[in-house]
């Protein structure tokens, strides 16, 4: 059993910078795909970044926050980050830690297992 507590969001304008935060609890946090989705007002929950539990794991990032978001996580901590930057208008959303067990996709909703309760990010122009 993992439970996730996402925090960070706010309102900021175009071009700044913002860092989430998941809080993590559960002995098997480690063994965990941990992955953060965001859900824009009328749209489907997107996968915007994810990342295996061993240290050197491989990122993964969509196209569209390619170069501009980090994921990162620190295992000894049980914490996931998104630091994101550059940040645009059309980044606005609900944003929402998530981990996934072994199978499935990563950028597949309903192959996640456990769910943050989102924090809104905010970006005027």
């Known amino acids: 059993q993992v439970q996730l507590v996402d925090s960070g969001g706010g309102l900021v304008h175009t071009g700044d910078s913002l860092k989430l935060s998941c809080a993590a609890s559960?002995?098997?946090?480690?063994?965990?795909?941990m992955a953060w989705f965001r859900q824009a007002p009328g749209k489907e929950r997107e996968f915007v970044a994810g990342k295996n539990w061993w240290s050197g794991a491989s990122t993964y990032y969509a196209d569209s926050v390619k170069g501009r978001f980090t994921i990162s996580r620190d295992n000894s901590k049980n914490m996931v980050y998104l630091q994101m930057n550059s940040l645009r208008p059309e980044d606005t959303a609900v944003y929402y830690c998530?981990?996934?067990?072994?199978?499935?996709?990563?950028?597949?909703?309903?192959?996640?297992?456990?769910w943050g309760q989102g924090t809104q990010v905010t970006v005027s122009s």
């Open positions: 998530a981990a996934k067990g072994g199978t499935g996709s990563r950028d597949r909703v309903r192959d996640y297992n456990y």
């Open positions: 559960g002995r098997t946090f480690n063994s965990y795909f």
